[in-house]
């Protein structure tokens, strides 16, 4: 063990006198504080705490990139499958509503985006306003295209439109009644022009129609 002394002669010599009346003497009385300013006096004064080098920036995650879904672009004249959307998540190649596939397919692992499988493939479905999903586009030449989309829905549905670099290209387009969730019919917009490289495209969904939904969507394209 240490040797108590040093700790002891510091606690008297620092100690605040008081007189007893009874016994007519004068005893030191702990002071704490007095003792530690003594100790600290001792070993060459009150240690200074480091400056502070105030708040640490920390960096802002990496971003997200958002890639094709198929590793290449699609083309024109080439079907687009709506489910086939980028990679990116949420925010960034796709934006729903709710947090989990309505849908209840595995085609997209955890995405959000309610797809539906059917027989011989899958459709986006349970599709809401203010959702938009996208894809990346690839245009050999320029020139003017027809966009046409293959829609479904049981009652009438809602509107929606198609963005190209952010510019709406379509005007709204309105998914008619089919009769049946699966019963597809085509419709479309003509002679959109196209610039020759490399888009991005933006399936959005505008307003619901009466079952609270705007349709389901199998395929489109340019």
Request: glycine residues 12%; hydrophobic residues 35%; without cysteine.
């Amino acid at each position: 063990a240490e040797n108590p002394a040093p700790a002891w002669k510091l606690m008297q010599d620092s100690g605040v006198a008081v007189y007893d009346p009874i016994s007519k003497r004068t005893y030191k009385r702990l002071n704490i504080d007095a003792a530690l300013a003594l100790a600290y006096k001792e070993r060459g004064g009150t240690p200074v705490p480091p400056a502070s080098s105030g708040p640490v920036a920390i960096p802002a995650p990496p971003a997200v990139a958002q890639t094709p879904f198929k590793g290449a672009r699609f083309a024109t004249g080439q079907t687009i499958q709506a489910e086939d959307f980028d990679n990116g998540g949420e925010g960034v190649a796709f934006h729903d509503v709710d947090s989990i596939n309505i849908g209840g397919s595995a085609y997209r692992g955890n995405s959000a985006v309610d797809i539906q499988d059917m027989s011989g493939g899958r459709f986006l479905a349970f599709t809401k306003a203010g959702e938009w999903n996208e894809y990346s586009l690839n245009v050999a030449k320029a020139g003017k295209f027809d966009f046409s989309a293959r829609v479904a829905s049981y009652k009438p549905g809602g509107t929606f439109h198609v963005e190209v670099d952010g510019v709406n290209v379509t005007g709204t387009l309105t998914n008619p009644s089919t009769g049946g969730w699966q019963s597809w019919v085509t419709i479309g917009k003509k002679s959109i022009s196209l610039s020759a490289g490399k888009h991005v495209v933006r399936l959005k969904m505008d307003t619901a129609g009466r079952l609270g939904y705007i349709g389901n969507f199998d395929y489109f394209s340019f």
